[in-house]
């Protein structure tokens, strides 16, 4: 027999080639697709940029963060900082249109989003690469 089986590990692992963790995985799908959904924004910041200038801006920050997650995809540990600043600011973007949903300042359909940044910042809180160790 040529190829042997291995009981323990893969086939790979003899060879360098390391195999990421479900959690490494996970967080990679994520980073697509929002990545994809940030980059979505594009459409409505050219539909929104004569009628609302403010909302267009904010979009273009969004798609910007959107192609910076799909290039982070190859190696995430290398952006644990891009990462935590999408958790954190996401999260801080729903407190704040949250608020403004409740105090009717938005429209309450608002909320939607609220709860799809909620998740995305917890998402990728609880993904996050850990820290490298301390050389």
């Given at each position: 027999m040529s190829a042997m089986v291995q009981p323990h590990g893969n086939a790979n692992s003899d060879k360098g080639?390391?195999?990421?963790?479900?959690?490494?995985?996970?967080?990679?799908?994520?980073?697509?697709?929002?990545?994809?959904?940030?980059?979505?924004?594009a459409y409505p910041l050219v539909t929104f940029m004569r009628q609302a200038p403010g909302l267009s801006m904010m979009f273009s920050l969004y798609v910007t963060l959107g192609i910076f997650l799909l290039l982070a995809v190859r190696n995430p540990p290398a952006n644990r900082t891009l990462i935590?600043?999408?958790?954190?600011?996401s999260l801080v973007h729903a407190a704040v249109m949250g608020v403004q949903a409740f105090a009717n300042m938005v429209a309450r359909?608002?909320?939607?989003?609220?709860?799809?940044?909620?998740v995305i910042g917890i998402?990728?809180?609880?993904?996050?690469?850990?820290?490298?160790?301390?050389?």
């Open positions: 080639i390391e195999r990421p963790s479900a959690r490494g995985q996970a967080l990679k799908v994520l980073l697509v697709v929002v990545g994809f959904i940030f980059l979505a924004a935590a600043f999408t958790a954190w600011s359909e608002e909320l939607i989003g609220v709860a799809l940044l909620i998402g990728f809180i609880a993904l996050a690469p850990a820290r490298p160790a301390a050389r």
